[in-house]
């Protein structure tokens, strides 16, 4: 598949190096060109599906300047988090206004197929969910089932088991996925690290 990835960060980074593992061509977007990136336009109109890697606070930006036309009709694989880094480490986790960055992004990209998946873990436990032992889960949040169920295959093929990627429903559930983050930066502290994750245990 042709997949646009919006990011040059770790999570960007790791993803599209993930993504050509796979076989997948993918062209990674950033503000400038570069020597391994391209403008932001130019990923997301290669892209068949796009993920936006791009800083939370900055995401809407971003996805202008990648453009609401290379946008349409595809999925957009949501992984941010507004983080707040101004009072220091652990940062403030933000919701953005209108409950999430995932649900921002979906108001403004009306056309696009949100899926808020993968911004619960670091970004080597996305790409390779091995590195943590045991069951462990996965959320999935979006509008639309047919594009929840395309990168849900394509977390499977990740590594992510088919029963461990939850779907928690409409893309309003990306405030708990956002907010959770709030724990998961406590956590790291206190596991001294960030390969974990979380698994869910029911009776
Ligand atoms: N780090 C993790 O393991 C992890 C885990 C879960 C979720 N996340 C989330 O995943 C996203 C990516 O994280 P990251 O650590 O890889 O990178 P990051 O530093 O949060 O974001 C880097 C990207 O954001 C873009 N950006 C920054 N300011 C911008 C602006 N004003 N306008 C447009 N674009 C802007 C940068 O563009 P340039 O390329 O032009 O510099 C770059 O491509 C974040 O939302 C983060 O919260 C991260």
Request: hydrophobic share 45%; charged share 20%; proline share 3%.
């Amino acid at each position: 598949m042709r997949i646009g990835v919006l990011g040059t960060g770790v999570v960007g980074r790791t993803i599209a190096g993930k993504l050509r593992e796979l076989g997948h061509e993918v062209l990674v977007g950033s503000r400038s060109a570069g020597e391994d990136a391209v403008p932001f336009e130019k990923a997301a109109a290669h892209g068949e599906l796009v993920f936006n890697c791009t800083n939370g606070n900055s995401s809407l930006e971003a996805l202008s300047a990648a453009g609401e036309k290379h946008l349409a009709g595809k999925v957009l694989v949501d992984v941010a988090n507004a983080l707040d880094f101004s009072q220091g480490s652990p940062p403030v986790v933000g919701l953005g206004e209108g409950g999430s960055v995932g649900e921002l992004i979906q108001r403004e990209f009306p056309e696009a197929k949100v899926v808020k998946a993968l911004n619960t873990v670091n970004a080597n436990v996305m790409v390779d969910p091995r590195v943590v032992p045991g069951e462990h889960d996965l959320f999935i949040s979006g509008n639309d089932a047919e594009a929840k169920t395309r990168v849900a295959g394509l977390l499977q093929s990740f590594g992510w088991p088919a029963d461990r990627i939850l779907d928690l429903g409409d893309i309003t559930a990306a405030r708990g996925q956002e907010a959770y983050v709030a724990l998961w930066v406590q956590l790291m502290g206190v596991v001294g690290g960030a390969t974990f994750n979380i698994h869910v245990v029911h009776g």
